[in-house]
């Protein structure tokens, strides 16, 4: 059946590309959000993908690019509606949060941090709907025109320049985590806590209390070549197909998903001096065309010496054994940079 988005109607066995105006810039420009929609000749899930609310995490956008451009839809049950860029202003500068104007808060610049984008309770004593962060709106625009229309959400995500990263997030109820399986990614994360705040919550958090199964796969990072940002684009495409087989929406069976390492602890360490970083980890080590590199706790990972005295100033080691699934590559770090981050062995199993 045909599929109505912003009021244009795409017919069953067609793409279409579109987008959302969220505001006019100072610049005179239109800050949008695109859109590419894939209409199946059959009917089935609405299944959304998601790239770049972060937008230092830029290397996402491939993985749709390759989903939404090999996808035939005479061969799809169901509808897809891709998000290559869910933060463009953010994206533009390449930047995790949205670039802040003087009059929006810190708070509320972390797309992912916003949803639904509206308030329920007051800031500072004002309920006034257009009282919202440009992040905010963004992210209410995104609520209210692709993900009310969605029944299963993929929201892919990865690490900054200089990082690599590779964990599955998943909802907690049953097909949430039966997609996470699918997914095929090897390390599941189970967090404890909420980065919730009130009515403002991640994107799957919010997606998951209206009913839509969701799943967070995190792989990658910038910076690392081509070869590296090839071997997370087919990682992350082949998860997706095969979650789209799960869903029935390709006639093709799923491959099963293998054994997996399921975590909820997870260390992560730190410098406490700015300086040059030495180590031997590499962006593979988080497990990508590999296993994970497994650590001990206590073990040296690296160093970091000051550029002005040239004398060691700070050993980084492993805060557990377990499976690095987070690590920064040699380079200058700030006072309180993320080195790495540890599946921790205690808690864990595989399943």
């Known amino acids: 059946m045909s599929f109505i988005f912003n009021q244009h109607e795409v017919i069953p066995g067609e793409k279409d590309y579109r987008s959302l105006d969220v505001a006019e810039m100072l610049d005179g420009s239109t800050l949008r959000i695109p859109v590419h929609i894939v209409n199946g000749i059959q009917s089935g899930p609405v299944l959304g993908i998601f790239a770049c609310i972060h937008g230092s995490e830029y290397y996402q956008n491939r993985v749709i690019k390759r989903i939404v451009k090999d996808i035939d839809p005479l061969e799809l049950s169901g509808t897809i509606l891709a998000v290559p860029v869910a933060n463009p202003y953010a994206f533009r500068n390449m930047s995790r949060e949205t670039p802040n104007p003087p009059e929006e808060t810190v708070d509320f610049a972390n797309m992912n941090r916003v949803f639904p984008g509206k308030r329920s309770s007051p800031l500072f004593g004002s309920m006034e709907s257009t009282d919202i962060s440009l992040t905010m709106k963004m992210a ?194 700030e006072p309180q940079s993320e080195i790495l981050a540890v599946a921790d062995f205690e808690g864990s199993k595989w399943i």
């Open 140 to 333: 209410s625009v995104l609520s209210e025109q692709i993900i009310s229309k969605c029944t299963h959400i993929m929201d892919y995500h990865g690490q900054m320049r200089g990082m690599s990263l590779k964990k599955m997030l998943f909802n907690l109820d049953p097909e949430s985590r039966e997609m996470a399986r699918f997914f095929r990614l090897g390390i599941l994360h189970d967090p404890p806590g909420s980065l919730s705040k009130g009515n403002l919550m991640p994107m799957t958090d919010y997606a998951g209390k209206h009913g839509i199964k969701c799943i967070v796969p995190e792989v990658g990072g910038g910076g690392h070549g081509e070869k590296f940002e090839k071997a997370c684009e087919d990682i992350a495409f082949d998860g997706t197909w095969n979650i789209m087989k799960h869903l029935n929406m390709i006639d093709c069976e799923p491959r099963i998903a293998s054994e997996q390492f399921y975590f909820r602890n997870a260390p992560h360490v730190r410098s406490t001096k700015a300086g040059y970083l030495v180590t031997d980890m590499s962006p593979w080590d988080v497990g990508i065309a590999k296993e994970p590199r497994e650590v001990k706790k206590g073990e040296v990972l690296g160093t970091i010496y000051s550029p002005y005295s040239l004398e060691e100033i700070e050993k980084i080691r492993s805060p557990c054994d377990g499976l690095i699934y987070a690590c920064r590559v040699s380079g200058v770090v």
